[in-house]
Structures are given as structure tokens and as C-alpha cells.
């Protein structure tokens, strides 16, 4: 049973670009949810993806979007990044499916860094 | 939305000591609390979770305490290990999360000292 994989682990991006970062969900889970972590902070809830679609968001603005594709990995788009974007982003997926999240798995990461 | 206040920031313990760790939570409609372990350059880690139809879980050397009517639950370490340092995160959410995600907890650093 493979665990949950994000790629890239390190990024380092100019204020103003784009970004993708991508994540392969646990074998079986078919929910994946995204969470930023700043330096010392704890995870904040960015949003979730269930059946492709977005059924929980967070308070972020629309420049974070997302997709989850048929085999259940997702990506998060961040449009026009600001120095406050640079933080950990973190993958999570569950079995659990629409409104749930129990039993989460994390992957371990992408640091993003905006100059 | 849901605030979830996590005590202390830092613990440092003697190795076999206990160690606990405190939360709180605003939303009286959280029934949800897991807590994370998060090393070094690694994700959180789902250690133990409790629902809120129950009032303590056990796992080995880990439990977890859950208040309802005071709204906050605690988790204890028993025998500490160098390997238990980490830190570590609580959070709480409705029905899992889902619509609101997981809140969680800013994290206490738990230093073991041998």
C-alpha cells in the first residue's frame, strides 16, 4: 500500500508567477483535501475534493484552485504569488468520501518560496 | 468558525516522564479530535482520534481526553521515549471535516531529554 506523494518538495518562485503542485492519493482514498502550513503555524484547511468536484473550501481567495482527476490525484494551482504564499503545502487524503474526513493520510510536503 | 487553542507551545520532559497536552475548542458542534504527530521534514502523522460520543481512548502509551461540556481534550503520553519527540498537533472539525476541513491547533513542541 503506497502512501500519499507530493511533487515537487522544494520550489522557489518569483512574486507574480503561477504555480502547480501535484499529489497521488493513498491507494483507496478517493478524497483529497490540501492545507498550507506556515513556519511554526499549524495546517490551515485550503480545500477538498471529492468526485472531481470542490465540496469544502477554506478562507483562501479564488487564486488557489484545484483539480482532482479520475484516478483520484489532485493538484492546487496558486495564481499571481505573493511573499506571504511561501509556506508548506500539504496533501491529505481519506477514504471517507463527501463530508469526511476521518482517517486522514498526509504526504510530506511541498516547500514553496516566493522572492 | 471553529478556533482551536493548543497548550503549551513547548514541553520538555525527562525520558519515562508523561506529558500532556491541552486544547481547546470554540464550535460546540465539533465532534471530531485528532491529534498529529509531525517530525522533522515529514507531514502530520494520525496518532489517535475520538469522536465525541466517547470521553477517553487508549492506545498503548497514548490517551486521549475529551470534555464536551468544557470543550477541550488533552493528550497523554505515558513512559516518554527519545523517539516521541516531535511536534505535535491537535484539531477538531464537524463530522470529519469536510465542508470546513480540520482546524487545528498551532502545535507543542515535545522535547524528551534523556
Known amino acids: 500500500e503506497t502512501g500519499v506523494t507530493q511533487s515537487p518538495t522544494h520550489l522557489i518562485k518569483t512574486r507574480g508567477q503561477q504555480v502547480t503542485l501535484r499529489c497521488s492519493s493513498q491507494s483507496g482514498h478517493n478524497t483529497v483535501s490540501w492545507y498550507q502550513q506556515a513556519l511554526g503555524q499549524g495546517p490551515q484547511f485550503i480545500f477538498q475534493?471529492?468526485?472531481?468536484?470542490?465540496?469544502g473550501r477554506g478562507n483562501f481567495p479564488p487564486r488557489f484552485s484545484g483539480l482532482q482527476f479520475p484516478n483520484y490525484s489532485s493538484e492546487l494551482n496558486v495564481n499571481a504569488l505573493e511573499l506571504d504564499d511561501s509556506a508548506l503545502y500539504l496533501c491529505?487524503?481519506?477514504?471517507?468520501?463527501?463530508?469526511?474526513?476521518?482517517?486522514?493520510?498526509f504526504g510530506s510536503g511541498t516547500r514553496l518560496t516566493v522572492v | 468558525g471553529e478556533n482551536v487553542e493548543q497548550h503549551p507551545s513547548t514541553l520538555s520532559v525527562q525520558e519515562g516522564d508523561s506529558a500532556v497536552i491541552k486544547c481547546t475548542y470554540s464550535?460546540?458542534?465539533?465532534?471530531?479530535f485528532p491529534w498529529y504527530k509531525q517530525e522533522l521534514g515529514k507531514g502530520p502523522q494520525l496518532i489517535i482520534d475520538i469522536r465525541s460520543n466517547v470521553g477517553e481512548k487508549k492506545d498503548q502509551r497514548i490517551a486521549v481526553t475529551l470534555n464536551k461540556t468544557a470543550k477541550h481534550f488533552s493528550l497523554h503520553i505515558t513512559e516518554t521515549q527519545p523517539e516521541d519527540s516531535a511536534v505535535y498537533f491537535c484539531a477538531a472539525s464537524i463530522g470529519g471535516g469536510g465542508a470546513d476541513g480540520l482546524t487545528f491547533g498551532k502545535g507543542t513542541h515535545l522535547i524528551i531529554q534523556p
Open positions: 475534493y471529492y468526485r472531481e468536484e470542490e465540496n
Open positions: 464550535d460546540s458542534a465539533s465532534n471530531y
Open positions: 491529505a487524503s481519506s477514504p471517507g468520501g463527501t463530508g469526511t474526513n476521518y482517517g486522514y493520510t
